[in-house]
C-alpha cells in the first residue's frame, strides 16, 4: 500500500486516500476483479488510475462519452502519466499513431470506446501486448432499464473470454440492486469483490421551497448564494431553458440553453463552453449532464420537480463533485404535481409502467413534503439507513417546518370537491372556498352551495398549499382524462367522516435562514488581499488552460487555489504539500505560482 500512497502523493499530489478507496487499488493491484459503487465525486477513477500505474502492461479504460475520454487523458497527461484516447473522433493517420504506440506499451492508460474495443482488429491488437488491467466505467450502461443503456456494453463479457487472467475493474454510481445485478450478470463478474460505498453527498446542500414566481427566486438564490458560480439549472420543457437562460442573462448571469431541441453543432459549443470557461450558468432539459464531469459545479437548482427520486438524485448529485461545498435547490408547487400526473395519465405507456411510474412520482413527493431531514429520507430510498436523524446541512434541519392540525380545513377543501362535482381543478375550488364571485362561480351557480365563502379565513396561497399536500398525500387524485380536475379517493372519506386529522406542514417562507444557517460559498468570505491574490490565481488558470486547450479545473480545482491563497507557501517543498499539486505539476507550473505569490 505504501507505494499505492506514494503515487497518489507524487503524482496527483492529495495527501490521503478517500473512502473505500485504498481498499479498491490493493484488491485491483493484486490482479483481482471487482465492482466499485461509489456516488459521484466519490474517486472512482483514481481507484483503476493507480493500479494502472502499479501493475506491468498498458490499461484498457472502457468509457461511453468521448468528452469524458478526454477530459480524463487530458488531466492525466497534466501530471505526467501517459495515457490516450483511440475513438471515432479521431483522423485515421492520428488513430495509427496511436496503435503504434500501444504496441510499443509507450502508455499506462488507453481510454477506448466500446465500439472500438470489440473490433476484432483491436482485440488482436491487445491480445499481442501485456495488459495491466480492464476498467469499465459508467458500468450502469449495460443496463437496459436506465436511461444510460449502450448496447455495446452487453458485449463486453468477452474481454472475459478472451483474457481471463486481466484483471477488470467495473464501477458505476448508480446504487439500486438490480443494476448491479444486471452488471454482474451481463459482464461475468461473478467473483468480483463488491465496494459499496454509502451514498451520502455530505458536501450537497439540500433544499425544496415553495415555488411562487420560480424565475425571480432562481434569480435571487443565485444572487444571493453562487454569484459568479457555475451551475445547472433543470426546466422540463424546452422553450423554458430557453426562456430562463434568456433572463437570466437580461439579469447579469452568463447563462446558455442546452436542449435535444437545438442544433448539434450549437448544443456541442454551449456544452464546451460551460465545460471550459468558469461561472456559466446552463439552462437545460435532462438531455443535459451524462459524461459532465466538472468538479466545481457549484449548484443545481430544478425549475420542475423531477418525476423520480433516482433522477433527483442522479442530476444533483452533478454539484460538487470536488468535494467542496454545493448546493441542490428546486422550487416545487401545486403544479408541478398536477403536471406530472398528467404525464402519466396521458403517456401511452402499458398499465405496469404507468403504475411504476406513479409509485416513483408518489416517492418523490413524499420527499417534497417531508418534515423530517432530506438527506436521510433520500438514503433511506435508497436502501441505506442513516447514521443520524438530522445531517445539519439540509433545509428541514436548519429550518425545520411546523405542522399544524389543518383537520378542519382540509374537510372544507374535500367538501368543496364533492359538492361542486369532482370536475374542477384548484383555483376554482379556491374561488369557491374563498367565496370569489367570477364568471365561473356565477355560471355554474357555485354561489350557492354550502361551501361557497367558507374558507375565507385563509389566504388563497394557504389553500394551494394544502390542495398541493393533499394531492401529495393521496387525499386527492387527479381524473384520468388529463385536465387536473381534483377527485376524492379512498382515503378522504374517512377525513370527511371526521375519523382521521391531518396535519400538514406549514408554509416556511417567512423564515428567512439566518446568516450562520446560509450555505455560503467559500470564495465569498476572504478578505480583500486574498481575494485579490485569488482573483489573480484564476486568472492564471484561465490563462494557462486556454494555452493547453483543457478546462480550468484539470490545471488546478478551486480546492487548490484556496490552499494556496490559506498557506501562501513560498518555496517548491511548500508547494508539495498543497492538496493537487505533485511532482510533476510542480516542475510545470512550481515557479509561476512562487512569482504570484511572492507578489
Ligand atoms: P467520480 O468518477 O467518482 O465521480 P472522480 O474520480 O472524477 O469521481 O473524482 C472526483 C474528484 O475528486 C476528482 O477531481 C479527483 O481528482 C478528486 N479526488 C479523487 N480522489 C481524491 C483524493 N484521495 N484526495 C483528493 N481528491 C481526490
Ligand atoms: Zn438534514
Same mark, same amino acid.
Given at each position: 500500500?505504501? !507505494? ?24 485491483l ?15 472512482k ?10 501493475r ?29 484516447? +483511440?475513438?471515432?473522433? +479521431? ?10 504506440k ?6 499506462? +492508460? ?25 476498467a ?8 437496459q ?26 464501477l ?6 438490480v ?35 420560480s ?163 433520500l ?48 383555483? !376554482? ?11 365561473r ?26 390542495f ?7 387525499? +386527492? ?32 417562507? !417567512? ?89
Open positions: 500500500m505504501s !507505494h499505492a500512497l506514494n503515487i497518489l502523493k507524487e503524482i496527483f499530489g492529495y495527501p490521503a486516500f478517500r473512502g473505500q478507496q485504498a481498499d479498491v487499488i490493493t484488491h493491484a493484486s490482479g483481482k476483479d471487482c465492482l466499485v459503487l461509489m456516488p459521484t465525486g466519490g474517486g477513477s483514481l481507484c483503476y488510475q493507480i493500479p494502472a500505474l502499479m506491468n502492461g498498458v490499461a484498457i479504460v472502457v468509457s461511453p462519452l468521448i468528452s469524458l475520454m478526454q477530459n480524463q487523458v487530458a488531466a492525466l497527461n497534466e501530471v505526467g502519466v501517459d495515457a490516450a484516447v +483511440l475513438n471515432s473522433a +479521431l483522423p485515421a493517420e492520428e488513430a495509427q499513431a496511436v496503435e503504434q500501444l504496441l510499443a506499451c509507450d502508455y499506462d +492508460l488507453l481510454y477506448v470506446a466500446p465500439e472500438r474495443l470489440l473490433t476484432r482488429r483491436f482485440l488482436d491488437l491487445i491480445a499481442r501486448i501485456p495488459l495491466a488491467l480492464f469499465i466505467d459508467e458500468a450502469h450502461c449495460v443496463s432499464w436506465g436511461h444510460d443503456f449502450r448496447p455495446e456494453y452487453r458485449q463486453l463479457n468477452v474481454l472475459h473470454t478472451r483474457f481471463p487472467n486481466v484483471p477488470r475493474i467495473a458505476t454510481a448508480t446504487a439500486d440492486a443494476t448491479r445485478e444486471e452488471i454482474i450478470e451481463r459482464l461475468v463478474l461473478y467473483d468480483a469483490k463488491i465496494f459499496l460505498s454509502s451514498f451520502d453527498r455530505p458536501n450537497i446542500h439540500y433544499r425544496i421551497v415553495d415555488k411562487i414566481n424565475k425571480q427566486q432562481l434569480l435571487s438564490f443565485i444572487q444571493t448564494e453562487h454569484l459568479h458560480d457555475a451551475g445547472i439549472v433543470y426546466c422540463l420543457s424546452r422553450k423554458k431553458t430557453e426562456d430562463t437562460a434568456a433572463w437570466l442573462n437580461v439579469h447579469g448571469i452568463t447563462a446558455l440553453p442546452y436542449h435535444a431541441g437545438m442544433r448539434p453543432h450549437q448544443r456541442a459549443l454551449n456544452q464546451e463552453k460551460f465545460l471550459r470557461e468558469e461561472n456559466i450558468v446552463i439552462v437545460a432539459t435532462v438531455a443535459f449532464g451524462m459524461g459532465i464531469d466538472k468538479p466545481d459545479v457549484r449548484f443545481v437548482a430544478h425549475l420542475d420537480m423531477p418525476r423520480s427520486i433516482e433522477g433527483y438524485y442522479q442530476e444533483t448529485g452533478r454539484a460538487g463533485r470536488d468535494g467542496q461545498k454545493a448546493s441542490a435547490w428546486m422550487v416545487y408547487g401545486l403544479n408541478d404535481v398536477i403536471q406530472q400526473r398528467r404525464m402519466i395519465e396521458e403517456s401511452e405507456a402499458q398499465a405496469q409502467f404507468k403504475q411504476t411510474a406513479t409509485k416513483k412520482l408518489e416517492a418523490m413527493l413524499a420527499l417534497c413534503e417531508t418534515i423530517t431531514c432530506r438527506r436521510a429520507h438514503l433511506d430510498y435508497f436502501g441505506e439507513s442513516a447514521t443520524f436523524t438530522s445531517c445539519g446541512n439540509c433545509d428541514i434541519c436548519l429550518n425545520p417546518p411546523d405542522s399544524w392540525d389543518a383537520t378542519i380545513a382540509v374537510q372544507k377543501a374535500l367538501s368543496c370537491v364533492y359538492r361542486t362535482g369532482q370536475q374542477f381543478g384548484a383555483g !376554482h375550488l379556491i374561488d369557491v372556498l374563498r367565496g370569489n364571485h367570477t364568471i362561480v356565477m355560471q355554474r351557480k357555485h354561489d350557492h352551495i354550502s361551501t361557497f365563502g367558507i374558507g375565507q379565513d385563509l389566504p388563497a396561497k394557504t389553500w394551494r398549499a394544502i398541493r399536500q393533499l394531492i401529495a398525500l393521496g387525499l +386527492l387524485t387527479t381524473d384520468s382524462d388529463g385536465y387536473g380536475a381534483l377527485c376524492l379517493t379512498r382515503a378522504s372519506r374517512t377525513v370527511l367522516k371526521g375519523q382521521q386529522k391531518v396535519f400538514l406542514r406549514r408554509q416556511s417562507e !417567512h423564515k428567512k435562514l439566518t446568516l450562520k444557517q446560509q450555505p455560503v460559498n467559500d470564495f465569498s468570505i476572504l478578505d480583500q488581499g486574498a481575494q485579490r491574490l485569488l482573483d489573480q490565481l484564476r486568472n492564471w488558470r484561465a490563462k494557462t488552460a486556454r494555452e493547453h486547450g483543457v478546462p480550468a479545473y484539470v490545471i488546478f480545482h478551486d480546492a487548490t487555489l484556496k490552499e494556496l491563497v490559506r498557506l501562501s507557501p513560498q518555496t517548491k517543498d511548500e508547494l508539495l504539500r498543497v492538496t493537487g499539486i505533485g511532482t510533476h505539476k510542480l516542475d510545470k507550473y512550481g515557479d509561476h505560482l512562487i512569482e504570484i505569490l511572492r507578489n
